[in-house]
């Protein structure tokens, strides 16, 4: 049989065509499949060998029978593998097409200035592909236009809704989309709920379960050591606290998200004052913008200046 293909191609094509597949169908997160699963690269390796195995298996057996075959067999296989595609049963098969010697037999007897004209038969790859846009055209005139499934304008919202929600989705997971610049605080429960559950998982060793500080300062007064508010936190967290000191960057184990729910949490203690909570550290951080503390007002003490007296 004469291949198509020659071997040396159709074997790493095949290969790298299931390796392809269990990519895609695998759920390896960022590494490749084969990596992540020995069983997977074990697999890979078999299948390899059993290709190349099978490959030289069939030519060894190709060669023995040409080899047993008679001088009029040899012929017969040289002219069926002489044979171009284009002669081939299927193409006659989808075009139907006469040769050129029983050309007579379609020739019609028109001749304009010596420009003769062949009646062949429709070539059936032809008709069948006019039936199938027939049957698609009615199909799709039936359920748009008779029973007017749905508009393209509504087509159009749903592939924005769709899409909305994968930018959320990727938004989500992007990992640097988040940094100390960008980051806001979150206030919403499922949010805060998280940031504990990461907070209760990473930090309480240090800061205790209320955050009231043990190795770590306390987090839920209004002094900051290496600033308050959202964006120094977030930073802080991320980055580690002064060496030495044993906050480490936590942004190597977790995302800038995470750091965020987590930064939120704390921050959604302020003012909790725990029982035996650390002294409080640092400066006392005000809210760039936020309105001067009650306590600060009350103590100004008003002076009224006469504007009008002389000196
Ligand atoms: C190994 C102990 C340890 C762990 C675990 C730890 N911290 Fe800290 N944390 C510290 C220390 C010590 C400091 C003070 C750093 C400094 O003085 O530079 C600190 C400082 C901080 C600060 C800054 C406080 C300030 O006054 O500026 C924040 C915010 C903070 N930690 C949050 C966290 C969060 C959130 C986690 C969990 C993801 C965490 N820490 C885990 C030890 C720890």
Known sequence: MKKLIPSYIRV??????????????IDSG??????????????????LFLLIAIEIVVSAVDKVTYHLLTDEQKKQLEEAQSMSFADSKFM???TRSKDIDQEDDVMLDHDYDGIKELDNVLPPWWVGLFYACVVFAIIYLIRFHVMGDYTQAEEFVAEMEQSDKQVQEYLKNAPDLMDKDKVTLLTDAPAIAEGKKIFESNCVACHRP???????????????????GIKNVFNTISEGGRSGKGMVPWKESLKPTEIQKVASYVLSL???NPKDGKPA?????VEEGAAPSTEATT???ETVVDSTKTE
């Not at 960022?30 to 299948?47: N, S």
């Not at 209320?210 to 308050?228: R, Y």
């Open 270 to 272: 302020q003012g909790s």
């Open 299 to 301: 103590e100004v003490v």
């Open 12 to 25: 790493p094509l095949i290969f790298a065509v299931v390796m392809a597949g269990m990519e895609y169908f």
């Open 210 to 228: 209320d955050a009231g500080g043990a190795i770590g300062p306390n987090l839920t007064d209004k002094f900051w050591i290496l600033g308050g």
């Open 30 to 47: 960022d590494k490749p499949a084969f990596i992540e699963y020995p069983m997977v690269a074990l697999f890979l390796g078999v299948f």
């Open 92 to 94: 006659k098969m989808l």
């Open 281 to 285: 550290e640092g400066d006392e951080w």
